[in-house]
């Protein structure tokens, strides 16, 4: 398995992802996990992956200073032109993550990764770039593929067959992100580098709906219930993402 990057299907994907219910909580759940993070004061910012660049775009509008890196072409050409319609600059790299390290001069005061790391052939490799590329007083901010709600889905839709397997990750050019995270295991890894401040679920909610009440539901009502319930002790675990904003140690 090697690491997979994205072509022009899985642009179209992102783009009808981004313009319905799933991509609107996502954003809405990332964004005011880091409005509560950030200190009010413009930063310089990394989105690694950074795909059609919304939350980048965000950032910028509040001012932060953005480089945007991105493997696949058809991605950061809409994440150009997304942010040449906004009038907002930025700076754009072409490259897998691998290659950062080497073209980066100074460390960055805050990191994206979102959605990245399921995607790896070795997920784990990646974090000790990421604490490389971050300020020691810097900040991380990590959503990933949640292997937990992604058996749990399975538990409720009867796919014992596919339990019993472990076979959890997509396949060829399956859109089904290919490396799903074990929560516990991520937190092993991170140890001894960084600190995990705070924890949210992406999606805590919305995905296990029945289709006739997800049709049913407003957008604006379910932004309110996943927003108030995405750190819930009970709920944020079975997030089909994960959002961790890390410190570095």
Same mark, same amino acid.
């Given at each position: 398995?090697?690491?997979?990057?994205?072509?022009?299907?899985?642009?179209?994907?992102?783009?009808?992802?981004?313009?319905?219910?799933?991509?609107?909580?996502?954003?809405?759940?990332?964004?005011?996990?880091?409005?509560?993070?950030?200190?009010?004061?413009?930063?310089?910012?990394?989105?690694?992956?950074?795909?059609?660049?919304?939350?980048?775009?965000?950032?910028?509008?509040?001012?932060?200073?953005?480089?945007?890196?991105?493997?696949?072409?058809?991605?950061?050409?809409?994440?150009?032109?997304?942010?040449?319609?906004?009038?907002?600059?930025?700076?754009?790299?072409?490259?897998?993550?691998?290659?950062?390290?080497?073209?980066?001069?100074?460390?960055?005061?805050?990191?994206?990764?979102?959605?990245?790391?399921?995607?790896?052939?070795?997920?784990?490799?990646?974090?000790?770039?990421?604490?490389?590329?971050?300020?020691?007083?810097?900040?991380?901010?990590?959503?990933?593929?949640?292997?937990?709600?992604? &058996?749990?889905?399975?538990?409720?839709?009867?796919?014992?067959?596919?339990?019993?397997?472990?076979?959890?990750?997509?396949?060829?050019?399956?859109?089904?992100?290919?490396?799903?995270?074990?929560?516990?295991?991520?937190?092993?890894?991170?140890?001894?580098?960084?600190?995990?401040?705070?924890?949210?679920?992406?999606?805590?909610?919305?995905?296990?709906?029945?289709?006739?009440?997800?049709?049913?539901?407003?957008?604006?009502?379910?932004?309110?219930?996943?927003?108030?319930?995405?750190?819930?002790?009970?709920?944020?675990?079975?997030?089909?993402?994960?959002?961790? &904003?890390?410190?570095?140690?």
């Amino acid at each position: 398995m090697s690491d997979r990057h994205f072509d022009e299907l899985a642009t179209r994907f992102a783009e009808k992802i981004y313009g319905g219910a799933k991509g609107a909580i996502r954003l809405a759940v990332l964004q005011a996990d880091l409005a509560e993070a950030l200190p009010p004061r413009p930063l310089r910012v990394l989105d690694i992956g950074a795909g059609l660049g919304h939350m980048s775009l965000w950032l910028a509008q509040q001012g932060h200073q953005v480089t945007l890196a991105e493997p696949a072409e058809p991605m950061l050409a809409g994440a150009r032109q997304r942010f040449a319609e906004a009038g907002v600059p930025a700076q754009f790299i072409q490259a897998p993550w691998q290659d950062l390290p080497a073209q980066l001069e100074q460390p960055y005061d805050l990191v994206l990764c979102h959605a990245v790391l399921e995607w790896l052939a070795e997920p784990h490799a990646i974090l000790p770039v990421l604490h490389a590329l971050t300020t020691p007083a810097g900040w991380l901010s990590l959503a990933f593929y949640n292997k937990d709600a992604l &058996i749990y889905r399975n538990l409720l839709k009867g796919h014992f067959r596919k339990l019993r397997k472990a076979r959890f990750a997509g396949e060829g050019q399956s859109l089904t992100p290919q490396a799903p995270l074990d929560p516990r295991e991520l937190a092993a890894q991170l140890a001894g580098r960084w600190t995990v401040e705070s924890q949210s679920g992406v999606r805590v909610f919305q995905d296990y709906m029945p289709s006739e009440f997800q049709a049913k539901a407003a957008v604006t009502d379910l932004l309110e219930m996943e927003l108030a319930h995405r750190r819930h002790p009970a709920f944020a675990g079975l997030g089909r993402y994960l959002h961790w &904003i890390c410190r570095p140690l």
